[in-house]
């Protein structure tokens, strides 16, 4: 039988996974990075540290399974999306930490661009609103304080790419220096409509086009590796998505109105709105699904900043758990918020506000709350965000959806689940596996290496979900949803 060996690079940790070509998951193994915060604000990985990650989980999982080395078939990547990283030419090194999608340090030069009236303009090209979440304005902050850096990528001794183009260069040994349209057209740099990087955008961000990646169909075969000598032969990598379509794709989202939501450190709500480009003009995203055939699939998105690192920050920074899990209960052990709600603005707001100085805030204590009503008002305030989104894209596009799918660690959380649907008043269909992301890489590499021969077998495998469906009255459920929105007022 044929395996697919799969990496899946998020904000937090670089898992390596093995998929059989139905899907099924044979087993994972996954490595923590460190997160840099050099200023309050600042968010930076080291690039490095990822790709030494990334043959560390790939080793300890094939050497938990030696007889299925020679059984892989390609190797497939999913990625943080817009966290960019500038590197050496020639040794493949970082020559800076790479620049998370959570950083805000492009905020001033984005505020300049709105402030001289390039919303629409750049709207139109790359689908997306200014704000510093995408990487443009990252590297021309990077460019402009870092001068050296700047020079290297304009002389061509330097390139810039996205987590999944850095992992492919180092991993081909700098042999394929290419990335794939769903990471490419989150950078702030790509014209979506005719699908190539857009030279009007380049020079306005001061970014040498000659520097960045080739774009593939995310079924293309991106070259070859052995990783480094752990495999004793060389494999193609194929399937490489950025991770909200990767899971998109995992989810068989291949119809105009289908939509789903990732629960990871952010989270993306993609709905497919079909093989024709449109725009919001209510500060939703337009963002390429896949490429397929030669063929573009587009969605609306709307991007939420904070959900898993809500949670995370719960534990971390409050002390009011001490694992995720516990959420469920404390959650379910009051019978409504209490009047407490929670608006974790914690980097800004994005769609629909794009509020990049928001911060968050946590209204309506009274003497009779407790850390049960903050941990319940936390996950509402993911449901909340979700519902605005969705309600908005939904009528936008005219695809009133029948239900929402939905993945990520978040899903495990029974009491969240009936609670989405709950406040999004649509029927939530939760993934059994919570690595979807991966899955949908692995699935792409599935077409690509024609085990598959087209979305509609794809779309024929087995899929584990269980459903949850709205129990909450309607008059409670907008209630609640409204005193959301006036804490969402507040803070701006």
Same mark, same amino acid.
């Given at each position: 039988?044929? +395996?697919?060996?799969?990496?899946?690079?998020?904000?937090?940790?670089?898992?390596?996974?093995?998929?059989?070509?139905?899907?099924?998951?044979?087993?994972?193994?996954?490595?923590?990075?460190?997160?840099?915060?050099?200023?309050?604000?600042?968010?930076?990985?080291?690039?490095?540290?990822?790709?030494?990650?990334?043959?560390?989980?790939?080793?300890?999982?094939?050497?938990?399974?030696?007889?299925?080395?020679?059984?892989?078939?390609?190797?497939?990547?999913?990625?943080?999306?817009?966290?960019?990283?500038?590197?050496?030419?020639?040794?493949?090194?970082?020559? +800076?930490?790479?620049?998370?999608?959570?950083?805000?340090?492009?905020?001033?030069?984005?505020?300049?661009?709105?402030?001289?009236?390039?919303?629409?303009?750049?709207?139109?090209?790359?689908?997306?609103?200014?704000?510093?979440?995408?990487?443009?304005?990252?590297?021309?902050?990077?460019?402009?304080?870092?001068?050296?850096?700047?020079?290297?990528?304009?002389?061509?001794?330097?390139?810039?790419?996205?987590?999944?183009?850095?992992?492919?260069?180092?991993?081909?040994?700098?042999?394929?220096?290419?990335?794939?349209?769903?990471?490419?057209?989150?950078?702030?740099? +790509?014209?979506?409509?005719?699908?190539?990087?857009?030279?009007?955008?380049?020079?306005?961000?001061?970014?040498?086009?000659?520097?960045?990646?080739?774009?593939?169909?995310?079924?293309?075969?991106?070259?070859?590796?052995?990783?480094?000598?752990?495999?004793?032969?060389?494999?193609?990598?194929?399937?490489?998505?950025?991770?909200?379509?990767?899971?998109?794709?995992?989810?068989?989202?291949?119809?105009?109105?289908?939509?789903?939501?990732?629960?990871?450190?952010?989270?993306?709500?993609?709905?497919?709105?079909?093989?024709?480009?449109?725009?919001?003009?209510?500060?939703?995203?337009?963002?390429?699904?896949?490429?397929?055939?030669?063929?573009?699939?587009?969605?609306?998105?709307?991007?939420?900043?904070?959900?898993?690192?809500? !949670?995370?920050?719960?534990?971390?920074?409050?002390?009011?758990?001490?694992?995720?899990?516990?959420?469920?209960?404390?959650?379910?052990?009051? @019978?409504?918020?209490?009047?407490?709600?929670?608006?974790?603005?914690?980097?800004?707001?994005?769609?629909?506000?794009?509020?990049?100085?928001?911060?968050?805030?946590?209204?309506?204590?009274?003497?009779?709350?407790?850390?049960?009503?903050?941990?319940? *008002?936390?996950?509402?305030?993911? *449901?909340?965000?979700?519902?605005?989104?969705?309600?908005?894209?939904?009528?936008?596009?005219?695809?009133?959806?029948?239900?929402?799918?939905?993945?990520?660690?978040?899903?495990?959380?029974?009491?969240?689940?009936?609670?989405?649907?709950?406040?999004?008043?649509?029927?939530?269909?939760? *993934?059994?596996? @919570?690595?979807?992301?991966?899955?949908?890489?692995?699935?792409?590499?599935?077409?690509?290496?024609?085990?598959?021969?087209?979305?509609?077998?794809?779309?024929?495998?087995?899929?584990?979900?269980?459903? +949850?469906?709205?129990?909450?009255?309607?008059?409670?459920?907008?209630?609640?949803?409204?005193?959301?929105?006036?804490? !969402?007022?507040?803070?701006?």
């Amino acid at each position: 039988m044929p +395996y697919i060996l799969s990496i899946d690079q998020s904000t937090s940790t670089t898992k390596a996974l093995i998929f059989t070509p139905e899907g099924q998951l044979v087993d994972k193994e996954a490595v923590d990075h460190r997160q840099y915060y050099p200023q309050p604000g600042w968010v930076e990985h080291d690039a490095d540290e990822i790709y030494r990650n990334t043959l560390v989980a790939c080793r300890a999982l094939l050497e938990r399974h030696p007889p299925l080395e020679q059984d892989l078939i390609c190797l497939s990547i999913s990625n943080q999306r817009e966290t960019i990283v500038v590197f050496d030419r020639k040794s493949g090194r970082p020559l +800076y930490h790479a620049i998370v999608w959570q950083c805000r340090r492009g905020a001033p030069i984005c505020s300049e661009l709105i402030k001289a009236n390039y919303s629409d303009r750049i709207q139109k090209i790359s689908g997306l609103r200014i704000d510093t979440y995408f990487p443009a304005s990252k590297l021309k902050w990077l460019f402009t304080h870092h001068p050296e850096i700047r020079g290297k990528v304009h002389n061509g001794t330097a390139l810039i790419g996205t987590i999944d183009a850095y992992l492919i260069y180092r991993l081909t040994r700098g042999r394929t220096h290419a990335t794939d349209h769903t990471n490419a057209c989150r950078t702030l740099l +790509y014209d979506i409509g005719k699908l190539e990087w857009s030279n009007d955008l380049c020079s306005l961000f001061d970014v040498a086009r000659s520097a960045l990646p080739a774009p593939y169909e995310s079924s293309a075969r991106f070259g070859e590796t052995d990783l480094e000598g752990l495999l004793q032969r060389e494999i193609p990598i194929c399937g490489v998505m950025g991770d909200s379509q990767a899971a998109m794709f995992a989810e068989r989202c291949f119809d105009p109105g289908e939509g789903k939501v990732t629960f990871g450190t952010g989270s993306s709500v993609l709905v497919n709105i079909g093989e024709r480009l449109r725009f919001s003009e209510k500060g939703i995203v337009s963002t390429i699904g896949w490429v397929y055939g030669g063929k573009p699939t587009y969605a609306f998105e709307g991007i939420i900043n904070f959900t898993g690192a809500v !949670v995370s920050w719960l534990k971390d920074q409050l002390k009011l758990i001490e694992t995720a899990q516990e959420t469920e209960a404390l959650a379910s052990a009051v @019978p409504d918020n209490g009047g407490v709600y929670l608006v974790p603005a914690f980097v800004g707001l994005s769609a629909p506000y794009w509020a990049p100085e928001a911060k968050g805030a946590i209204v309506g204590l009274t003497p009779a709350s407790d850390k049960r009503h903050v941990v319940r *008002a936390a996950l509402e305030s993911v *449901a909340y965000q979700v519902r605005e989104l969705l309600d908005l894209m939904t009528a936008e596009a005219g695809m009133p959806l029948q239900f929402v799918r939905a993945d990520g660690g978040m899903v495990r959380n029974r009491f969240f689940m009936q609670l989405l649907a709950d406040l999004t008043r649509v029927p939530v269909r939760a *993934a059994a596996l @919570p690595d979807l992301s991966a899955l949908g890489a692995a699935l792409a590499g599935a077409l690509g290496m024609g085990i598959r021969d087209s979305l509609a077998a794809l779309k024929g495998l087995p899929h584990d979900f269980e459903d +949850y469906h709205p129990a909450m009255d309607q008059q409670t459920a907008d209630r609640n949803y409204a005193g959301w929105k006036s804490a !969402v007022q507040r803070v701006l």
